[in-house]
């Protein structure tokens, strides 16, 4: 019997240890659908796209003016032109807070051209400099395979702290 209340006490203890140590919401805040968001990362919404993050113990959905601590907000190559034709936002200026700077940070990745030389893929290297002010280190970086932030999507992407930016690079760069 002690035995059996032991077991039965070390379940429900687990049980309770996970739930503490479980993060993670099932409804997104912004459109109540199912889904799940991570107390950790950035995510973004299946069904609305709202970004949502989690702070001072409540879920919210970001926006414009949102700057994540790093850099998350994703822009999938796929999606974008060839690299050699992306301009890139806010030159001279931070790319978090648009703050005059000459600080800058080389980010570069090895992506492909499909067509440019007849059916065949090509791989170029890239470097690109994103402007940062002493603040805002590391304001954009590469991540290959896949988004933490978009689960279930996969590709190469560039991802950066600030939404603003990173709205402003998709509406200069997207196909
Ligand atoms: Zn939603
Ligand atoms: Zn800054």
Known sequence: MIYVVAVVGGIILIGLLVKAVDSSQRTCPSCQAPGSF???FL???????????????????????????????PAFLEDLKPPPRWQMPWPGCCSVCKQTTAMSTTVSFTGAIVGVVGPYVTKEKYSFEFYHCPVHLEPARFQQFS???????????????????????????RK
């Open 147 to 173: 988004s933490i932030a978009v689960p279930g999507r996969e590709g190469d992407n560039l991802e950066f702290k600030s939404f603003d930016f990173w709205q402003e690079f998709l509406r200069l760069n």
């Open 43 to 73: 995510r973004q919404c299946k069904a609305c796209s709202a970004w949502v993050v989690r702070e001072g113990g409540a879920w919210k959905a970001v926006g414009p003016g949102y700057v994540h601590k790093i850099a998350q907000f």
């Open 38 to 40: 991570s107390k950790l």
